[in-house]
Nanobody, 125 residues
Framework: QVQLVESGGGLVQAGDSLRLSCVVSGRTFTNYAMGWFRQPPGKEREFVAGINWSSGSTYYADSVKGRSTISRDYAKNTLYLQMNSLKPEDTALYYC??????????????????WGQGTQVTVSS
């Protein structure tokens, strides 16, 4: 089993920045991907950003590209999402997730095997 615990959410104003963290523990795999998803109020969960844990290769949803950076600290087994220039439409419950398969750059929810409980980000205008 893999456990994921997110932190770093909060209430901020438009234009502010936040860094979300996700600590990974339990059984890990040599080559897997990690991702951030979010679920805005009343909407479906959507992909935000992903990273190959071994290579560090990253990919993003168009909605956050240029404003967000996904990264990982290999030694600390921690995933990060740095979000800048936050907008009210970034308000959502943010989840980290782990994909242990072989899909290249997974973006769909069903491609991920493990999920955290989420951390709330609220951006006021």
């Amino acid at each position: 089993q893999v456990q994921l615990v997110e932190s770093g959410g909060g209430l901020v104003q438009a234009g502010d920045s936040l860094r979300l963290s996700c600590v990974v523990s339990g059984r890990t795999f040599t080559n897997y991907a990690m991702g951030w998803f979010r679920q805005p109020p009343g909407k479906e969960r959507e992909f935000v950003a992903g990273i190959n844990w071994s290579s560090g290769s990253t990919y993003y949803a168009d909605s956050v590209k240029g404003r967000s950076t996904i990264s990982r600290d290999y030694a600390k087994n921690t995933l990060y999402l740095q979000m800048n220039s936050l907008k009210p439409e970034d308000t959502a419950l943010y989840y980290c997730a782990a994909h242990r398969g072989v899909v290249d750059r997974p973006r769909r929810q069903y491609e991920y095997d493990y999920w955290g409980q989420g951390t709330q980000v609220t951006v006021s205008s």
